[in-house]
């Protein structure tokens, strides 16, 4: 009997100290709640095929930082704070008290993020990746690709007014509750970078000016980026006539190697100079593609656009995923941020549809306004989306290789847009 009841105790001390044991704690349903979603997030990037490379290990790393016990939620968000943890082992709780706390894999991974390695990284890949000649032929795209960042500016105004307003509202209507929905300029400025539909981008910014709001800026620029087919042509077609989606474009002139060449070149010095924050983004992302072009490194362009990218995309997706933690992500603030990047995103898609139709009246109908959907940096996607919505109207009509131009001058342009904040609220 008493070997049965010392097994027994051995048992019940497994059970007890399980992670399955604090799901029926008072603070367990929120784990359980983040382990659904992350199931969900699973499910959009396996079966539906959502932005798979960074949807599936952002969802894999939510997964993991919510196991109760695992010790796998990254739990600093600043510099100073690895530095507590990993010297001297506290971090701080969500009331700001300091505790004790072992550093885990997620926290010395996520590292990468708050020193701002990987995105500048994954900018090298993209850059290596992507050919530019469309935007060189018909240098008019890089308005577009500027006026489809006005969804950054407008989701900046929007969410500080709307945050103070909300708060105020329901501190009238229920003041027991305590609830504070207002934003820093520098937290409205991580929600805006939304708007330029290019994630890397969008952690860069956050992780500089509001790293506590990492993991609900990560998730809600993904899965933004991953529905562009289903936001973008209601509001595209919503802003065109048919005659307007129907326009066929004339073929773009050649582009020599030499102005392959010279334009990365020509873009880092200049964007680089203009705003020394965006240097980092837009030179990666320029260096990249002078890689890819110069004919001289094909070896190292080939490494950028596979070896390096795949790598940097595991440690950025699954470090970010580990931000999500139950008691940090499920809040009102996290909803409306979420909503808040919506706007962003819409207003996005908005200023490039708008500045398309101003220059098909400038050109008398030589430009079709769809491209400038493309303007936001989802690439290649945006572009495809334009693609797909003219040929709605007229089969015959190929916008790709046109929407191209204003579809990489978007990712131009939120590095761009980038720098303005860092040097406006950094």
Not at 19 to 29: E, H, L, N, R, S
Not at 325 to 351: D, E, H, M, R, W
Request: glycine fraction near 10%; aromatic fraction near 8%.
């Amino acid at each position: 009997m008493e070997v049965l009841h010392g097994v027994w105790e051995v048992i019940k001390d497994i059970i007890q100290n399980s992670g399955y044991a604090y799901f029926f704690t008072p603070d367990g349903y929120k784990n359980l709640i983040m382990i659904l979603v992350a199931f969900l997030f699973l499910y959009l990037g396996i079966k539906k095929g959502f932005e798979p490379l960074l949807m599936i290990p952002i969802a894999f790393g939510m997964l993991l930082a919510n196991l109760p016990g695992a010790n796998l939620a990254v739990q600093y968000h600043d510099l100073n704070g690895f530095i507590e943890l990993v010297a001297h082992g506290r971090a701080l709780d969500e009331a700001g008290n300091w505790v004790a706390a072992t550093p885990g894999l997620m926290d010395f991974i996520y590292f990468g993020v708050k020193a701002g390695i990987y995105p500048p990284l994954i900018f090298l890949g993209i850059g290596a990746m992507t050919d530019f000649s469309s935007l060189i032929a018909r240098p008019s795209s890089f308005i577009l690709g500027a006026a489809a960042q006005l969804g950054i500016f407008a989701a900046y105004i929007i969410a500080i007014g709307l945050g103070d307003s909300l708060g105020t509202l329901i501190h009238t209507v229920a003041p027991s509750l305590n609830l504070d929905l207002s934003f820093t300029p520098q937290e409205a400025g991580s929600i805006a970078i939304i708007g330029g539909a290019d994630g890397p981008t969008a952690i860069f910014v956050t992780s500089k000016l509001a790293p506590s709001m990492l993991g609900t800026i990560a998730v809600a620029a993904y899965s933004y980026m991953a529905l562009v087919p289903v936001i973008q042509p209601p509001i595209m077609r919503a802003l065109t006539t048919k005659k307007e989606r129907a326009v066929v474009m004339d073929n773009l002139r050649p582009v020599s190697k030499l102005q392959k060449i010279l334009f990365p070149i020509m873009v880092t010095v200049f964007v680089s100079l203009l705003l020394p924050d965006a240097a980092t983004l837009v030179g990666m992302l320029m260096l990249g593609n002078l890689l890819k072009e110069s004919g001289r490194t094909e070896r190292i362009a080939k490494a950028a656009q596979n070896e390096l990218m795949n790598i940097v995309t595991i440690l950025l997706g699954i470090s970010v995923g580990a931000t999500t933690s139950a008691q940090s992500f499920l809040n009102l603030k996290t909803l409306l941020i979420v909503v808040l990047g919506l706007v962003a995103f819409s207003f996005g898609t908005i200023g490039g549809t708008l500045f398309g139709k101003l220059m098909y009246i400038v050109t008398k109908g030589k430009v079709n306004p769809l491209i400038g959907s493309a303007g936001v940096s989802a690439v290649p996607m945006a572009a495809r989306v334009s693609q797909k919505v003219g040929q709605e109207e007229n089969p015959s009509n190929f916008l790709l290789m046109h929407a191209m131009g204003p579809n990489v001058s978007g990712v131009i342009g939120s590095a761009v847009a980038a720098g303005i904040l860092l040097t406006l609220l950094g």
